[in-house]
């Protein structure tokens, strides 16, 4: 199975920084790389699929790049509704679809 | 509107089952892939199943042989047949609808608990 391991775990940061997680994949995934947000009680969102494309409805200052083993997401100026955890999944080939472990982003 | 709802969860013992059922709406599951992933308390998420439009199903290596997914295409609903039940289950279960390998829709979740 292909593992996914994100970076930092938790970060800690104010409202209108600049922030980036990383992910990585234990194999070549090309671009099959998802980023998700999820807030305590609530289901996860998708933010990112296909690594860069942004799901409709996301705010633009949610970004993702990578392909191959690294990818990176990254909120250009932190709001205070983008405190949350956010997950990195692959979908790469046929499942399991693995996730990341996840990195909870908590306010400074 | 796509909404999914998820219900059937609850608290059992080692060695029982549970039926989890996924109601969905605003889409067809029988045309769709469809997934469950777990989420023990206090941690991230896990990919357990998946049923594609065709039939094929896939699972995860720790519930192989216990769980079953399975719809209804009457009734629109996804299923997640759980037997001997074990506590490392303990979980909140989503169901989520999967569109070109990523997940844009997905429940509210269902709570497992499994006691020793």
């Known amino acids: 199975d292909i593992q996914m391991t994100q970076s930092p775990s938790s970060l800690s940061a104010s409202v209108g920084d600049r922030v980036t997680i990383t992910c990585r994949a234990s194999?070549?995934?090309?671009?099959?790389l998802n980023w998700y947000q999820q807030r305590p009680g609530s289901g996860p969102k998708l933010l990112i699929y296909a690594a860069s494309r942004l799901q409709s409805g996301v705010p633009s200052r949610f970004s993702g790049s990578g392909s191959g083993t690294h990818f990176t997401l990254t909120v250009s100026s932190l709001q205070p509704e983008d405190f949350a955890t956010y997950y990195c999944q692959q979908s790469y080939n046929t499942p399991p679809y693995t996730f990341g472990q996840g990195t909870k982003l908590e306010i400074k | 509107e796509v909404q999914l709802v998820e219900s059937g969860g609850g608290s059992v013992h080692s060695g029982e089952s549970l039926r989890l059922s996924c109601a969905a709406s605003?889409?067809?599951?029988?045309?769709?892939?469809m997934s469950w992933v777990r989420q023990a308390p206090g941690k991230g998420l896990e990919w357990v199943s998946i049923?594609?439009?065709?039939?094929?199903?896939y699972y995860t290596d720790s519930v192989k042989g216990r769980f079953t997914i399975s719809r209804h295409n009457s009734e629109n609903t996804l299923y997640l047949e759980m037997n001997n039940l074990r506590p490392e289950d303990t979980a909140v279960y989503y169901c989520a609808r999967e569109s070109s390998g990523w997940y844009d829709y997905w429940g509210q979740g269902t709570l497992v608990t499994v006691s020793s």
């Open positions: 194999q070549s995934i090309s671009t099959y």
């Open positions: 605003g889409f067809t599951v029988s045309s769709s892939y």
């Open positions: 049923l594609y439009n065709g039939g094929r199903t």
